[in-house]
Structures are given as structure tokens and as C-alpha cells.
């Protein structure tokens, strides 16, 4: 069994809801925003093997500072300050959501961000991409080993 095929993200309705209101928000362009929590590892009680349970708990939606249906920007001030106050709760960086116009996968330009991203170990950030198409759905990801890897989620109540 793989690494990433240990790695789960919690999240409860609420926070689902809060990413669900910046995709809506932004659309028809990306919105996005950080997700800040904790990251464990555990036993799976499923099959007694180790994983890696990343627990979002705040949603930071940040306007994208450029317009776009194909991507977003964070600004790098913001991304600061945000950090910074999510520290102060004893949160850090767990995840990066955004939406797209299109089914929830990564696009070219997101593997490029995942792979700069995975250069700051140990980050590994978990990517949740919400698709604003009316059968769309919620996936997430994370980049290890230079390539993509879906990541399981749970919503608890």
C-alpha cells in the first residue's frame, strides 16, 4: 500500500458549506481559499494500518487578485496575514481550495502550483477543487513523488 492511500481530510458540513459559498461567490471565476486545521497520524481502524488525517477547521476565503475563470491568485500579503492570525488559533496551513468552471480535477496550471508548493516540505498541502458544473462535485489532492494522487475526504456532521 501507498503512502497516499493513507491519507484522509476531515471536514465537518460547515466548513463544506463555506467552500460551497466562495465557489458560488466567485463564480464564474475561481474562487479560493485556505483551508487551516491540524494534521495526526493515527491507525485506521478499517485495516490497523498507519495514516495521515488532515482536519480542516477554518475556511479563509481570499478573493483572487486577478480575475479569472482558468485560475487565482493569492496575494502574497494576504497569504501572510491569514497565516499569521490561523497560527494565533493554533491552526496552519492543511489545504487550498478553489473552484472551477469545469470537472474537479487538476488543471495544468494547478499541477504547476502543486509542484512548487510540494518544494516546502513538510507542507504537502491537500488541494480540495469543488466543480461549479450543475453535476459537479468535490475531490481532493495532494502532490507527492511529482505526481497527483487522489486523497479520500470525509464530512462529518
Not at 460547515?14 to 463564480?27: D, L, T
Not at 496575494?75 to 497565516?83: Q, V
Request: aromatic share 12%; proline share 6%; net charge positive.
Amino acid at each position: 500500500m501507498h503512502f497516499f492511500e493513507q491519507l484522509l481530510i476531515q471536514y465537518s458540513r460547515s466548513i463544506s458549506s463555506e467552500m460551497e459559498r466562495c465557489a458560488r461567490e466567485a463564480h464564474p471565476n475561481e474562487g479560493c481559499a485556505l483551508l487551516f486545521g491540524t494534521k495526526f497520524q493515527d491507525i485506521n481502524p478499517k485495516n490497523d494500518t498507519p495514516r495521515v488525517v488532515y482536519v480542516v477547521k477554518l475556511v479563509e476565503s481570499i478573493p483572487s487578485s486577478q480575475l479569472s475563470w482558468g485560475s487565482f491568485f493569492i496575494d502574497e500579503h494576504r497569504l501572510f496575514e491569514t497565516s499569521v492570525t490561523a497560527k494565533v488559533q493554533g491552526y496552519k496551513l492543511v489545504g487550498i481550495f478553489h473552484s472551477h468552471p469545469a470537472p474537479a480535477k487538476p488543471s495544468r496550471m494547478d499541477f504547476e502550483y502543486m509542484s512548487r508548493i510540494d518544494g516546502f516540505k513538510p507542507l504537502y498541502a491537500v488541494w480540495i477543487i469543488q466543480s461549479t458544473l450543475p453535476a459537479g462535485n468535490t475531490r481532493a489532492y495532494i502532490f507527492l513523488q511529482n505526481k497527483i494522487h487522489e486523497v479520500r475526504q470525509e464530512i462529518k456532521a
